[in-house]
C-alpha cells in the first residue's frame, strides 16, 4: 500500500475534508472524476491521480460523492487491495449506508459510514463535528486523522447509525428554517423586513432552545404530563395561527401538518399534555 490517506471526490466538502488533511501535514491523495478541481490542493503539497484504482492503494480511503449511486459507480469498479480500509462520508440514507457495509464486508475491506454535522467552511474548524458508525477499529485506528476535521464521535456498530441520526438532525433543521420563512413571510405582510424578523426569531427561539432538554426527558420518561401549554391551549394557538395565514393571504403549506397532528392528539384524547406526546404519534403511526 503506497499512500496513507486519499480523498475520493472534490466538490464543495471533499475539497474542505482533503485542504483540512493537508493542513494538519497529512500525505493526501485525491481524486475527482472530472479533472480541474485539485489545483489548489496539489499547490498546497497533495497528490493528485487520474484513476480511482491509484487512490484506492492506501491505508484509508475517505470517499465524499454525491451519493449513493455515485459512491457504488465509483468504488465497484475497482478492486480494493487487501489492508485498505474505506470511509463513506457521503450523504446516503440509512439503508444505503447499511448496504454499502454489506458490499465492503462482502469483499472483507474494512468500513465505517459517516455523517458530515458541518457545512465545508465547518470543516477543520472547532465547529466541526463528524458522526460515525460501522467497523469501530477503523474509528479507533484513525481516529486522530479524524479528529483533523473537527470533533469526532462514534455512535455504535450499525452502519446505519450515523445516517439515521444525520437525517433526524437534518430534519429538525429543516423544519426550523421552514418555520422561519413562514414566519418571514407572515411578518412581511405587516411590512417586516426578514432581516427584522430574522432578530427577533433568533432572540425567541435562541430563548427557548433549552426546553428541547425538557421534552427529552418527557419523551424518554414516557410521560408528557408536564407541558408549560397543553396541547389544547397549542391547539387554539395553532388553529389561529393558521387563520392568520389565510387572512394574509400566505400558503399555509408548513403549518398545515403541525395543525393536522395537534388535532389527532387532541382527538386522541391528549388536550392536558404537553406537546411532547406528538411525538408518539410521529413515531407510532
Ligand atoms: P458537490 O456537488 O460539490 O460535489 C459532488 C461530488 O460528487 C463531485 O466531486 C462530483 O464529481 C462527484 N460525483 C457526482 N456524481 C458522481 C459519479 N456518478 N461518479 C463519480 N463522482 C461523482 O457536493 P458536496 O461536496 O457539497 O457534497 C458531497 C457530499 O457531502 C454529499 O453527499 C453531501 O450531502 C454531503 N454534505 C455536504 C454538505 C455541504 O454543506 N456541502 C454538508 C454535509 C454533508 P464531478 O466534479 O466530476 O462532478
Request: charged content about 20%.
Amino acid at each position: 500500500i503506497s499512500n496513507r490517506v486519499s480523498v475520493l471526490g472534490l466538490g464543495a466538502m471533499g475539497t474542505a475534508l482533503a485542504t483540512a488533511l493537508v493542513h494538519a501535514d497529512h500525505h493526501v491523495t485525491v481524486w475527482n472524476r472530472t479533472p480541474g478541481k485539485e489545483a489548489a490542493l496539489t499547490a498546497a503539497g497533495a497528490r493528485s491521480v487520474p484513476t480511482v484504482a491509484e487512490a484506492m492503494d492506501a491505508e484509508l480511503v475517505i470517499v465524499c460523492l454525491l451519493d449513493h449511486a455515485s459512491v457504488m459507480d465509483t468504488v465497484d469498479t475497482t478492486p480494493v487491495p487487501s489492508g485498505t480500509a474505506l470511509i463513506n462520508l457521503t450523504s446516503t440514507t440509512p439503508n444505503e449506508s447499511r448496504s454499502l457495509a454489506e458490499w465492503a464486508r462482502g469483499r472483507e475491506i474494512p468500513f465505517l459510514d459517516g455523517g458530515i454535522m458541518a457545512t465545508p467552511a465547518m470543516i477543520g474548524t472547532e465547529a466541526g463535528n463528524i458522526i460515525y458508525s460501522g467497523d469501530n477499529a477503523v474509528f479507533e485506528a484513525h481516529r486522530a486523522l479524524l479528529e483533523t476535521f473537527g470533533t469526532a464521535d462514534y455512535l455504535g456498530a450499525d452502519a446505519g447509525t450515523a445516517a439515521t441520526v444525520d437525517f433526524a438532525l437534518l430534519a429538525a433543521m429543516y423544519t426550523m428554517f421552514g418555520g422561519f420563512q413562514h414566519g418571514a413571510a407572515l411578518a412581511s405582510t405587516a411590512g417586516m423586513s426578514a432581516s427584522a424578523f430574522a432578530e427577533r426569531a433568533h432572540a425567541l427561539l435562541g430563548a427557548l432552545l433549552g426546553t428541547l432538554f425538557d421534552e427529552g426527558r418527557e419523551i424518554d420518561a414516557g410521560r408528557h404530563t408536564d407541558p408549560a401549554q397543553n396541547l389544547a391551549f397549542t391547539k387554539k394557538a395553532v388553529d389561529a395561527i393558521v387563520r392568520a395565514g389565510r387572512d394574509a393571504g400566505i400558503d399555509n403549506a408548513y403549518l398545515e401538518p403541525t395543525r393536522t397532528l395537534i388535532d389527532r392528539a387532541v382527538a386522541g384524547g391528549g388536550r392536558e399534555l404537553g406537546s411532547s406526546a406528538l411525538y408518539e404519534l410521529i413515531r407510532h403511526p
